[in-house]
T-cell receptor, first 110, second 113 residues
Framework: ELKVEQNPLFLSMQEGKNYTIYCNYS?????LYWYRQDPGKSLESLFV?????AVKQEGRLMASLDTKARLSTLHITAAVHDLSATYFC??????????FGTGTSLTVIP | EAGVVQSPRYKIIEKKQPVAFWCNPI?????LYWYLQNLGQGPELLIR????????DSQLPKDRFSAERLKGVDSTLKIQPAELGDSAVYLC???????????FGPGTRLTVL
């Protein structure tokens, strides 16, 4: 079974600061997704990364994928309160099975 | 465009009772997923449909869980009988194809007493 680990699990950061969330996975995959979940709400798609070296950016969030290292990063630039949420990465294994990470709960404080 | 619709949003039942959840995916989406999400954890796949065919149900506890997707559109997930450990949020998602971005519904929060 494919394992997907995120760190940190909990992150409290001040507004205006930068930080990176890491997503490691255990077997070969060249497709990775990032989702956001607000408390009590469902998951919302942020990015799809389809190949090694892929980089996607939307606003203050930037995601990248290194398939050789089996690592994806979600970088937050100049955090604002609206970014407070739980962020999940998800990896597709052979057989098109989706595995979600443990999630990173982000709190941005003034 | 309407999103993924799920009902009910909340359900409270006593253990050993049956329960059913309904999902209407985004129009035109061939792939439908049911996930279970426990508090503080990521979604865990229960079953994936390609049109009306269940192509991955390896994580579905078949002794008590069943699902169907008639005509390749709406889907129903059933638990019978429910156990205390089944308390969780049940999420439905759909996508145009099996590797495309998934769109999630609001979920059904199940509490088993």
């Amino acid at each position: 079974e494919l394992k997907v680990e995120q760190n940190p699990l909990f992150l409290s950061m001040q507004e205006g600061k930068n930080y990176t969330i890491y997503c490691n996975y255990s077997t070969t995959s060249d497709r990775l997704y990032w989702y956001r979940q607000d408390p009590g709400k469902s998951l919302e798609s942020l990015f799809v990364l389809l190949s090694n070296g892929a980089v996607k950016q939307e606003g203050r969030l930037m995601a990248s994928l290194d398939t050789k290292a089996r690592l994806s990063t979600l970088h937050i630039t100049a955090a604002v309160h609206d970014l407070s949420a739980t962020y999940f990465c998800a990896v597709v294994s052979t057989g098109n099975q989706f595995y979600f990470g443990t999630g990173t709960s982000l709190t941005v404080i003034p | 465009e309407a999103g993924v619709v799920q009902s009910p949003r909340y359900k409270i039942i006593e253990k050993k009772q049956p329960v059913a959840f309904w999902c209407n995916p985004i129009s035109g989406h061939n792939t439908l997923y049911w996930y279970l999400q426990n508090l503080g954890q990521g979604p865990e796949l229960l079953i994936r449909y390609e049109n009306e065919e269940a192509v991955d149900d390896s994580q579905l506890p078949k002794d008590r869980f069943s699902a169907e997707r008639l005509k390749g559109v709406d889907s129903t997930l059933k638990i019978q009988p429910a156990e205390l450990g089944d308390s969780a949020v049940y999420l439905c998602a759909s996508s145009p194809g099996s590797l495309d971005t998934q769109y999630f519904g609001p979920g059904t929060r199940l509490t088993v007493l």
